[in-house]
């Protein structure tokens, strides 16, 4: 199977996995467990899987975020909440998102599960800690449960790849912004607000990227476009390890597609976020 068949897999599971982040009754359940604010919540809904880990490890792990900003909401929440409740907690108002917005889940998630945790098995997780916290959590019992759970495995599955290409390139958190950025046209601001990043700290990632012929006073240039297509092309083909040789993971793409659409009608997930997904 082509590379390109993970990035179709990406771009129908990161909506469903989304509703986490965006969905109000999912920030509302954050702030219900105890967790103070968007951010916090954001930070530790997240890290749970990893247990009741320090700031260093959540920006290490979670790569493009100034360490600031992890630091404010890390280790702070895990006295107001436990991992462990946390993990409930998102999972519950996840799936109850789900319910509202497509009404015949259950149906596509009996569907799905068994491919997607037959992926996450195939998955390698060597130098993916946070697939490797997901993948390790207990399988809910409920299937809406076990479709968000499994989605958000894979989802991290490919996010900790797309680190370790980044890294492999020398492109630190910030400069991964800058350069998406100027790919794609999206408004600096968006990013810097939403990874804590300053208009200095902004200057001079360009500056650095400008130093290695990555941008210019016009933009992207050629190289920086190489570049980010080769980084691209590098986290398909690792998230792909995750897929290959799963039968039926076509029919799986397929049944989860619509599920995925209907997501990102309702609005749920806005267009254009700070995770640089498309809609499905």
């Given at each position: 199977?082509?590379?390109?068949?993970?990035?179709?897999?990406?771009?129908?599971?990161?909506?469903?996995?989304?509703?986490?982040?965006f969905?109000?009754?999912?920030i509302?359940?954050?702030?219900?467990?105890?967790?103070?604010g968007?951010w916090?919540?954001?930070?530790?809904?997240?890290?749970?899987?990893?247990?009741?880990?320090?700031?260093s490890?959540?920006?290490?792990?979670?790569?493009?975020?100034?360490?600031?900003?992890?630091?404010?909401?890390?280790?702070?929440?895990?006295?107001?909440?436990?991992p462990?409740?946390?993990?409930?907690?998102?999972?519950?108002?996840?799936?109850?998102v789900?319910?509202?917005?497509?009404?015949?889940?259950?149906?596509?998630?009996?569907?799905?599960?068994?491919?997607?945790?037959?992926?996450?098995?195939?998955?390698?997780?060597?130098?993916?800690?946070?697939?490797?916290?997901?993948?390790?959590?207990?399988v809910?019992?409920?299937?809406?449960?076990?479709?968000?759970?499994?989605?958000?495995?894979?989802?991290?599955?490919?996010?900790?790849?797309?680190?370790?290409?980044?890294?492999?390139?020398?492109?630190?958190?910030c400069?991964?912004?800058?350069?998406?950025?100027?790919?794609?046209?999206?408004?600096?601001?968006?990013?810097?607000?939403?990874?804590?990043?300053?208009?200095?700290?902004?200057?001079?990632?360009?500056?650095?990227l400008?130093?290695?012929?990555?941008?210019?006073?016009?933009?992207?240039?050629?190289?920086?476009?190489?570049?980010?297509?080769?980084?691209?092309?590098?986290t398909?083909?690792?998230?792909?390890?995750?897929?290959?040789?799963?039968?039926?993971?076509?029919?799986?793409?397929?049944?989860?597609?619509?599920?995925?659409?209907?997501?990102v009608?309702?609005?749920?997930?806005?267009y254009?976020?700070?995770?640089?997904?498309?809609?499905?």
């Amino acid at each position: 199977m082509d590379n390109d068949l993970a990035r179709e897999v990406w771009r129908v599971l990161e909506p469903l996995h989304a509703v986490t982040y965006f969905a109000a009754d999912c920030i509302a359940a954050n702030k219900a467990v105890g967790l103070r604010g968007f951010w916090m919540g954001y930070f530790a809904s997240r890290s749970a899987p990893l247990g009741a880990v320090g700031p260093s490890v959540v920006e290490a792990t979670f790569y493009n975020f100034h360490p600031a900003m992890v630091r404010r909401a890390i280790p702070d929440a895990w006295g107001f909440s436990t991992p462990d409740a946390i993990i409930a907690t998102r999972t519950i108002a996840a799936a109850a998102v789900l319910r509202t917005v497509v009404p015949d889940i259950a149906d596509i998630a009996a569907r799905a599960v068994p491919r997607l945790q037959q992926a996450i098995a195939t998955a390698p997780a060597a130098g993916r800690p946070l697939f490797a916290a997901n993948r390790d959590l207990p399988v809910p019992d409920d299937s809406v449960h076990a479709l968000w759970q499994a989605v958000t495995a894979l989802r991290e599955h490919r996010g900790d790849g797309h680190v370790a290409c980044l890294l492999s390139e020398e492109i630190d958190g910030c400069e991964a912004h800058v350069l998406f950025s100027a790919s794609t046209g999206t408004p600096a601001q968006l990013w810097r607000d939403n990874r804590g990043w300053s208009e200095t700290d902004w200057k001079a990632a360009r500056e650095r990227l400008t130093d290695r012929g990555l941008l210019n006073a016009d933009g992207i240039t050629e190289a920086g476009r190489a570049l980010r297509a080769h980084i691209e092309a590098r986290t398909d083909a690792l998230a792909m390890t995750a897929y290959r040789g799963v039968p039926g993971i076509l029919e799986t793409l397929s049944a989860l597609t619509p599920a995925a659409r209907a997501v990102v009608r309702s609005g749920e997930v806005p267009y254009p976020n700070p995770m640089g997904a498309d809609p499905a």
